[in-house]
């Protein structure tokens, strides 16, 4: 069974920081492309940043410099770590995990960023 545990959500004033873990079981990590997605309220799921099982990352214009996602296989996590966060950074933030036509969702994690 598949399985992507998020942790490290929470609440945080703007500018701080936050790091969000991952744990995958249940597939063979190293060979997935990962992402961290996010869902605001009433908004659209929208994709935060991705790494492919080689290690390259891609962002979105928005977290471009604020954000990085990295992974670690030993450990079958995959992180984004979030820094200088903005009221408008407030959602659920999804891990997801996909190779071909097999994609896995985590059950989220909120974050919210508020003063």
């Known amino acids: 069974q598949v399985q992507l545990v998020e942790s490290g959500g929470g609440s945080v004033q703007p500018g701080g920081s936050l790091r969000l873990s991952c744990a995958a079981s249940?597939?063979?990590?190293?060979?997935?492309?990962m992402a961290w997605y996010r869902q605001a309220p009433g908004k659209q799921r929208e994709l935060v940043a991705h790494?492919?099982?080689?290690?390259?990352?891609s962002y979105t214009d928005s977290m471009k410099g604020r954000f990085t996602i990295s992974r670690d296989n030993a450990k079958n996590t995959v992180y984004l770590q979030m820094n200088t966060l903005k009221p408008e950074d407030t959602a659920v933030y999804y891990c997801?995990?996909?190779?071909?036509?097999?994609?896995?969702w985590g059950q989220g994690t909120q974050v919210t960023v508020s003063s």
């Open positions: 790494i492919t099982s080689g290690g390259s990352t």
């Open positions: 997801n995990a996909r190779l071909s036509q097999r994609t896995y």
């Open positions: 249940g597939i063979i990590f190293s060979m997935y492309g």
